[in-house]
C-alpha cells in the first residue's frame, strides 16, 4: 500500500517535498516512480528511481527543479521539487511494481491515491 502527502498550494518559485510512504517488507525491491495528472489531461510520468536508490531519470519538464530519492530504511520515496510553475499543477501520484526506465502509466500495478499540488502565478 502507497500514501502519497506533501501536496499543497505554493507560489511560483516555491518548493515542496512529497512523500510516499510503503506499507510491507518488499519496499527496497520496487523500483518506485512519480506520475502527476492535470486537470482534463492525461496521467504523465515525471520522475523514476531504481529500487537501490542508485539510479534516477526524469521528465524532461522537470529536469534540473525536481529531485527524487529514497530511504528504504523509513519505507519512503521523496520528490523535491523546486522552482515550481503553475504548469506544475496536478495530483501527484506514487507508483511501484512497476520496471525501473518505464514511463508508461499501464505497467504500473501499485498506485497511491494521490496528493493535489497547486502552484499560483
Known amino acids: 500500500q502507497l500514501q502519497a502527502s506533501g501536496g499543497g498550494l505554493v507560489q511560483a518559485g516555491g518548493s515542496l517535498r512529497l512523500s510516499c510512504a510503503a506499507s510491507?517488507?518488499?519496499?527496497?525491491?520496487?523500483?518506485i516512480n512519480w506520475f502527476r495528472q492535470a486537470p482534463g489531461k492525461e496521467r504523465d510520468f515525471v520522475a523514476g528511481?531504481?529500487?537501490?536508490?542508485?539510479?534516477?531519470y526524469y521528465a524532461d519538464s522537470v529536469k534540473g527543479r525536481f529531485t527524487i530519492s529514497r530511504d528504504n530504511a523509513k519505507n519512503t520515496v521523496y520528490l523535491q521539487m523546486n522552482s515550481l510553475k503553475p504548469e506544475d499543477t496536478a495530483v501527484y501520484y506514487c507508483?511501484?511494481?512497476?520496471?525501473?526506465?518505464?514511463?508508461?502509466?499501464?505497467?504500473?500495478?501499485?498506485w497511491g491515491q494521490g496528493t493535489l499540488v497547486t502552484v499560483s502565478s
Open positions: 507508483a511501484a511494481g512497476g520496471y525501473y526506465g518505464s514511463r508508461r502509466t499501464d505497467v504500473w500495478p501499485y
Open positions: 510491507g517488507r518488499t519496499f527496497s525491491a520496487y523500483a
Open positions: 528511481i531504481s529500487s537501490g536508490g542508485g539510479s534516477t
